[in-house]
Protein backbone atom coordinates (compact mmCIF):
# COMPACT_ATOMS: atom_id res chain seq x y z
CA UNK A 1 0.00 0.00 0.00
CA UNK A 2 1.25 4.10 -1.02
CA UNK A 3 1.44 6.11 1.84
CA UNK A 4 1.00 9.68 0.19
CA UNK A 5 1.43 12.84 2.45
CA UNK A 6 -0.21 16.61 1.75
CA UNK A 7 2.93 17.24 -0.11
CA UNK A 8 2.68 14.39 -2.26
CA UNK A 9 -0.82 15.22 -2.68
CA UNK A 10 0.07 19.08 -3.71
CA UNK A 11 2.47 18.25 -6.40
CA UNK A 12 0.84 15.44 -7.49
CA UNK A 13 -2.79 17.28 -8.39
CA UNK A 14 -2.78 20.66 -9.57
CA UNK A 15 -6.15 22.46 -8.79
CA UNK A 16 -6.84 22.87 -12.29
CA UNK A 17 -7.16 19.17 -12.80
CA UNK A 18 -9.23 18.96 -9.48
CA UNK A 19 -11.71 21.15 -10.59
CA UNK A 20 -11.93 18.90 -13.65
CA UNK A 21 -12.04 15.84 -12.09
CA UNK A 22 -14.33 16.69 -9.17
CA UNK A 23 -16.54 18.58 -12.61
CA UNK A 24 -16.95 15.16 -14.26
CA UNK A 25 -17.71 13.13 -10.59
CA UNK A 26 -20.56 15.87 -9.97
CA UNK A 27 -22.26 14.95 -13.33
CA UNK A 28 -21.64 10.78 -12.83
CA UNK A 29 -23.21 11.48 -9.87
CA UNK A 30 -25.88 13.49 -11.20
CA UNK A 31 -26.32 10.71 -14.11
CA UNK A 32 -26.40 7.64 -11.65
CA UNK A 33 -23.11 6.51 -12.71
CA UNK A 34 -21.05 7.53 -9.38
CA UNK A 35 -22.09 6.05 -6.11
CA UNK A 36 -22.11 8.31 -2.58
CA UNK A 37 -24.21 6.95 0.10
CA UNK A 38 -25.50 9.13 2.62
CA UNK A 39 -22.20 9.73 4.92
CA UNK A 40 -22.53 8.98 8.47
CA UNK A 41 -21.77 11.45 10.98
CA UNK A 42 -21.05 10.83 14.57
CA UNK A 43 -21.24 13.78 16.96
CA UNK A 44 -18.26 14.34 19.74
CA UNK A 45 -20.42 16.36 22.40
CA UNK A 46 -17.50 16.47 24.67
CA UNK A 47 -15.44 18.28 22.12
CA UNK A 48 -18.57 20.20 20.40
CA UNK A 49 -16.79 17.92 17.60
CA UNK A 50 -18.44 16.00 14.34
CA UNK A 51 -16.45 12.82 12.59
CA UNK A 52 -17.85 11.52 9.36
CA UNK A 53 -17.33 8.40 7.34
CA UNK A 54 -17.91 8.76 3.46
CA UNK A 55 -17.80 6.11 1.24
CA UNK A 56 -17.78 6.56 -2.85
CA UNK A 57 -17.38 4.84 -5.93
CA UNK A 58 -16.79 6.58 -9.28
CA UNK A 59 -15.85 4.00 -11.93
CA UNK A 60 -15.17 6.98 -14.52
CA UNK A 61 -11.96 7.30 -12.58
CA UNK A 62 -11.41 4.24 -10.85
CA UNK A 63 -12.20 5.80 -7.64
CA UNK A 64 -13.23 3.34 -4.78
CA UNK A 65 -12.88 4.11 -0.88
CA UNK A 66 -13.80 5.74 2.02
CA UNK A 67 -13.09 9.34 3.74
CA UNK A 68 -13.18 9.69 7.42
CA UNK A 69 -13.21 13.37 8.35
CA UNK A 70 -13.31 15.55 11.57
CA UNK A 71 -14.15 18.49 12.34
CA UNK A 72 -13.72 19.94 15.91
CA UNK A 73 -14.20 24.06 16.27
CA UNK A 74 -12.55 24.22 19.61
CA UNK A 75 -9.26 22.33 18.50
CA UNK A 76 -7.89 25.89 17.52
CA UNK A 77 -8.56 27.65 20.83
CA UNK A 78 -7.96 24.23 22.80
CA UNK A 79 -5.33 22.61 21.64
CA UNK A 80 -3.72 24.78 19.12
CA UNK A 81 -4.33 22.32 16.30
CA UNK A 82 -6.56 22.61 13.04
CA UNK A 83 -10.44 22.24 12.85
CA UNK A 84 -10.29 19.27 10.30
CA UNK A 85 -8.54 16.21 9.81
CA UNK A 86 -9.20 13.46 7.51
CA UNK A 87 -7.49 10.40 5.99
CA UNK A 88 -8.80 8.55 2.57
CA UNK A 89 -8.24 4.85 2.25
CA UNK A 90 -8.51 3.72 -1.73
CA UNK A 91 -9.68 0.63 -2.39
CA UNK A 92 -8.66 -1.16 -5.92
CA UNK A 93 -11.78 -1.63 -7.70
CA UNK A 94 -10.69 -4.87 -9.93
CA UNK A 95 -9.37 -6.55 -6.44
CA UNK A 96 -11.47 -5.00 -3.75
CA UNK A 97 -7.86 -4.57 -1.78
CA UNK A 98 -6.61 -1.39 -0.11
CA UNK A 99 -3.96 0.61 -2.68
CA UNK A 100 -2.98 3.74 -0.72
CA UNK A 101 -3.69 5.74 2.33
CA UNK A 102 -3.97 9.63 1.92
CA UNK A 103 -3.32 12.93 4.00
CA UNK A 104 -7.02 13.84 3.94
CA UNK A 105 -7.10 17.07 5.42
CA UNK A 106 -5.29 19.13 2.52
CA UNK A 107 -7.14 16.66 0.01
CA UNK A 108 -10.38 18.08 1.48
CA UNK A 109 -9.71 21.44 1.06
CA UNK A 110 -8.52 20.94 -2.52
CA UNK A 111 -11.62 18.75 -3.60
CA UNK A 112 -13.91 21.59 -1.69
CA UNK A 113 -11.77 24.28 -3.49
CA UNK A 114 -12.04 22.29 -6.76
CA UNK A 115 -16.28 21.98 -6.42
CA UNK A 116 -15.73 25.90 -5.93
CA UNK A 117 -14.06 26.52 -8.95
CA UNK A 118 -16.55 24.30 -10.76
CA UNK A 119 -19.73 25.75 -9.39
CA UNK A 120 -17.41 29.16 -10.09
CA UNK A 121 -16.91 28.40 -13.71
CA UNK A 122 -20.67 27.62 -14.55
CA UNK A 123 -22.71 29.76 -12.56
CA UNK A 124 -20.44 33.19 -12.14
CA UNK A 125 -20.11 36.29 -14.50
CA UNK A 126 -17.44 36.17 -16.87
CA UNK A 127 -15.90 39.40 -15.51
CA UNK A 128 -16.06 39.25 -11.95
CA UNK A 129 -13.46 40.72 -10.68
CA UNK A 130 -13.72 40.74 -6.71
CA UNK A 131 -14.28 37.96 -4.24
CA UNK A 132 -14.87 38.15 -0.74
CA UNK A 133 -13.48 34.73 1.43
CA UNK A 134 -15.50 34.66 4.69
CA UNK A 135 -13.45 32.22 7.05
CA UNK A 136 -10.00 32.14 6.56
CA UNK A 137 -9.32 28.72 8.29
CA UNK A 138 -7.75 25.93 5.97
CA UNK A 139 -10.31 25.72 3.52
CA UNK A 140 -10.84 30.01 2.69
CA UNK A 141 -7.16 29.33 0.55
CA UNK A 142 -8.22 26.84 -1.16
CA UNK A 143 -11.61 28.43 -2.18
CA UNK A 144 -9.75 31.90 -3.21
CA UNK A 145 -6.88 29.28 -5.32
CA UNK A 146 -9.64 27.47 -7.34
CA UNK A 147 -11.80 30.84 -7.94
CA UNK A 148 -8.40 32.51 -8.91
CA UNK A 149 -8.26 29.50 -11.79
CA UNK A 150 -10.94 30.06 -13.61
CA UNK A 151 -12.01 34.30 -12.95
CA UNK A 152 -9.69 37.34 -13.33
CA UNK A 153 -9.78 38.21 -9.78
CA UNK A 154 -8.04 41.37 -8.69
CA UNK A 155 -8.69 42.00 -5.52
CA UNK A 156 -9.22 39.33 -2.58
CA UNK A 157 -11.61 40.64 0.67
CA UNK A 158 -11.02 38.15 3.32
CA UNK A 159 -12.81 37.87 6.61
CA UNK A 160 -12.76 35.36 10.16
CA UNK A 161 -13.55 36.30 13.01
CA UNK A 162 -10.00 35.16 14.40
CA UNK A 163 -8.01 38.04 13.13
CA UNK A 164 -4.71 36.26 12.99
CA UNK A 165 -6.44 33.98 10.53
CA UNK A 166 -7.17 36.49 8.17
CA UNK A 167 -3.54 37.96 8.51
CA UNK A 168 -1.95 34.59 7.86
CA UNK A 169 -4.50 34.46 4.55
CA UNK A 170 -2.33 35.74 1.73
CA UNK A 171 1.04 34.01 2.57
CA UNK A 172 -0.92 30.91 2.56
CA UNK A 173 -2.48 31.41 -0.76
CA UNK A 174 0.91 32.21 -2.00
CA UNK A 175 2.06 29.31 -1.00
CA UNK A 176 -0.67 27.25 -2.68
CA UNK A 177 -0.90 29.43 -5.95
CA UNK A 178 2.73 31.38 -6.20
CA UNK A 179 1.83 32.92 -9.50
CA UNK A 180 -1.05 34.64 -8.71
CA UNK A 181 -1.68 38.37 -9.19
CA UNK A 182 -4.69 39.52 -6.99
CA UNK A 183 -4.29 41.94 -3.81
CA UNK A 184 -5.48 40.49 -0.79
CA UNK A 185 -7.19 42.15 1.42
CA UNK A 186 -7.93 41.41 5.27
CA UNK A 187 -11.48 42.78 6.51
CA UNK A 188 -12.77 43.66 10.26
CA UNK A 189 -15.74 44.72 8.41
CA UNK A 190 -17.92 42.91 6.02
CA UNK A 191 -20.89 45.79 5.62
CA UNK A 192 -19.24 48.07 3.16
CA UNK A 193 -17.54 45.64 1.21
CA UNK A 194 -20.54 42.98 0.27
CA UNK A 195 -22.19 45.65 -2.32
CA UNK A 196 -19.27 45.58 -4.35
CA UNK A 197 -18.11 42.33 -4.76
CA UNK A 198 -18.96 40.00 -7.40
CA UNK A 199 -18.19 36.51 -5.88
CA UNK A 200 -18.60 35.07 -2.16
CA UNK A 201 -17.18 31.92 -0.48
CA UNK A 202 -18.26 31.18 3.04
CA UNK A 203 -16.78 28.60 5.07
CA UNK A 204 -17.13 28.51 8.79
CA UNK A 205 -18.96 26.62 11.24
CA UNK A 206 -21.54 29.55 11.72
CA UNK A 207 -25.23 28.44 12.93
CA UNK A 208 -26.97 31.70 11.72
CA UNK A 209 -26.00 34.06 8.61
CA UNK A 210 -23.22 35.41 8.35
CA UNK A 211 -24.21 39.14 6.69
CA UNK A 212 -27.58 40.29 5.94
CA UNK A 213 -29.31 40.10 2.40
CA UNK A 214 -29.93 43.94 2.15
CA UNK A 215 -25.94 43.76 1.21
CA UNK A 216 -26.14 40.87 -1.12
CA UNK A 217 -25.76 42.95 -4.46
CA UNK A 218 -27.67 42.10 -7.79
CA UNK A 219 -25.56 39.22 -9.78
CA UNK A 220 -23.19 38.03 -7.11
CA UNK A 221 -22.18 34.34 -7.10
CA UNK A 222 -22.10 32.27 -3.56
CA UNK A 223 -19.97 29.51 -2.80
CA UNK A 224 -21.73 28.28 0.78
CA UNK A 225 -19.64 25.37 1.63
CA UNK A 226 -19.28 25.76 5.46
CA UNK A 227 -22.55 24.72 6.58
CA UNK A 228 -23.06 20.61 6.45
CA UNK A 229 -25.27 19.83 9.51
CA UNK A 230 -29.45 20.87 9.78
CA UNK A 231 -27.94 23.20 12.78
CA UNK A 232 -25.60 25.43 10.61
CA UNK A 233 -26.30 28.17 8.41
CA UNK A 234 -23.93 30.93 6.77
CA UNK A 235 -26.40 32.19 4.26
CA UNK A 236 -29.80 34.13 5.00
CA UNK A 237 -33.24 32.79 4.08
CA UNK A 238 -33.78 35.61 2.09
CA UNK A 239 -30.70 35.40 -0.53
CA UNK A 240 -31.79 31.96 -0.49
CA UNK A 241 -35.26 32.77 -1.68
CA UNK A 242 -34.10 35.57 -4.38
CA UNK A 243 -30.91 33.12 -5.71
CA UNK A 244 -31.02 30.47 -8.31
CA UNK A 245 -29.84 27.39 -6.00
CA UNK A 246 -27.45 24.53 -7.20
CA UNK A 247 -26.39 21.50 -5.11
CA UNK A 248 -24.19 19.25 -4.82
CA UNK A 249 -26.74 16.69 -4.17
CA UNK A 250 -30.35 17.05 -3.54
CA UNK A 251 -31.10 13.95 -1.69
CA UNK A 252 -27.35 15.28 0.58
CA UNK A 253 -28.48 18.89 1.02
CA UNK A 254 -31.97 17.91 2.06
CA UNK A 255 -30.51 16.02 5.04
CA UNK A 256 -27.75 18.00 5.76
CA UNK A 257 -27.34 21.96 4.40
CA UNK A 258 -28.94 23.68 7.19
CA UNK A 259 -28.70 26.66 4.75
CA UNK A 260 -31.75 25.41 3.02
CA UNK A 261 -33.05 23.21 5.70
CA UNK A 262 -34.15 26.24 7.90
CA UNK A 263 -35.75 28.23 5.25
CA UNK A 264 -37.60 24.68 4.37
CA UNK A 265 -38.76 24.42 7.73
CA UNK A 266 -39.53 28.25 8.18
CA UNK A 267 -41.80 28.43 5.00
CA UNK A 268 -39.53 30.75 3.08
CA UNK A 269 -38.81 28.56 0.11
CA UNK A 270 -40.09 24.82 -0.51
CA UNK A 271 -38.82 21.55 -2.11
CA UNK A 272 -38.78 23.21 -5.34
CA UNK A 273 -36.17 25.67 -5.29
CA UNK A 274 -33.92 23.04 -4.44
CA UNK A 275 -34.11 20.64 -7.48
CA UNK A 276 -30.93 21.62 -9.82
CA UNK A 277 -27.38 19.33 -9.15
CA UNK A 278 -24.49 21.21 -10.38
CA UNK A 279 -24.01 17.63 -12.43
CA UNK A 280 -27.15 18.62 -14.14
CA UNK A 281 -25.67 21.25 -15.33
CA UNK A 282 -22.27 19.98 -16.31
CA UNK A 283 -24.69 17.21 -18.39
CA UNK A 284 -26.49 20.17 -19.91
CA UNK A 285 -29.69 19.08 -18.65
CA UNK A 286 -30.06 22.60 -16.37
CA UNK A 287 -29.19 26.08 -17.29
CA UNK A 288 -26.31 27.80 -15.68
CA UNK A 289 -26.49 31.14 -15.41
CA UNK A 290 -29.43 33.16 -17.71
CA UNK A 291 -28.61 36.72 -16.43
CA UNK A 292 -26.02 39.06 -15.46
CA UNK A 293 -28.37 40.25 -12.31
CA UNK A 294 -29.47 36.75 -11.25
CA UNK A 295 -28.32 35.81 -7.82
CA UNK A 296 -26.44 32.41 -7.77
CA UNK A 297 -25.92 30.30 -5.04
CA UNK A 298 -23.87 26.77 -5.21
CA UNK A 299 -24.48 25.01 -1.32
CA UNK A 300 -22.60 21.86 -1.33
CA UNK A 301 -22.53 19.84 1.97
CA UNK A 302 -19.79 18.02 0.12
CA UNK A 303 -19.53 14.58 -1.04
CA UNK A 304 -17.16 11.64 -1.14
CA UNK A 305 -17.34 11.06 -5.09
CA UNK A 306 -14.82 14.38 -5.11
CA UNK A 307 -12.52 13.07 -2.81
CA UNK A 308 -12.37 9.17 -4.33
CA UNK A 309 -12.01 10.88 -8.03
CA UNK A 310 -8.93 13.87 -6.80
CA UNK A 311 -7.17 10.67 -4.91
CA UNK A 312 -7.56 7.75 -7.67
CA UNK A 313 -5.77 10.65 -9.61
CA UNK A 314 -3.35 11.36 -7.40
CA UNK A 315 -2.37 7.49 -6.71
CA UNK A 316 -2.22 6.74 -10.32
CA UNK A 317 0.37 9.63 -10.64
CA UNK A 318 2.15 8.79 -7.75
CA UNK A 319 2.32 4.76 -9.28
CA UNK A 320 3.63 6.76 -12.65
CA UNK A 321 6.35 9.25 -10.67
CA UNK A 322 7.31 7.34 -7.71
CA UNK A 323 5.96 9.51 -5.22
CA UNK A 324 5.00 8.52 -1.71
CA UNK A 325 5.88 5.77 0.71
CA UNK A 326 5.41 1.41 -0.35
CA UNK A 327 4.49 -0.15 3.03
CA UNK A 328 3.26 -3.53 3.59
CA UNK A 329 0.38 -4.02 6.00
Known sequence: MRILTRHDVYRLVPMSVAI????????????????????????IPDHLGTTLFMPAYVPSSGGLGLK????????????QKPTIHAAVLTVSPETGEPTALLDGTY???????????????????????????????????????????????????VYDRVPEASATF??????????????????????????????????TTAREPLFHDAHVPAGVHINAIGAFTPEM????PETVARAYV????????????????????????DESHIQTELGEIVAGFKPARTSPEQITLFKSVGNAVQDLAVAAEAVR???????????EL
Not at 25 to 43: C, K, M, N, V, Y
Not at 143 to 151: E, H, K, N
Not at 248 to 258: N, Q, R, W
Open 246 to 269: VVDSVAAALAEAGDLIKPLRAGSI
Open 170 to 203: AQRLRELAPDHQAEVIPIDDMTSVLPTVDIICTA
Open 20 to 43: ELVTRAFRDLSLGQAHAPLRTPIE
Open 233 to 236: QEIP
Open 107 to 157: LTALRTGAASGAATKLLARPDSHRLLVIGAGAQGPTQAWAVLTVRPIETIY
Open 317 to 327: RAQAEGYGQEI
Open 68 to 79: VVSVFPENPSRY
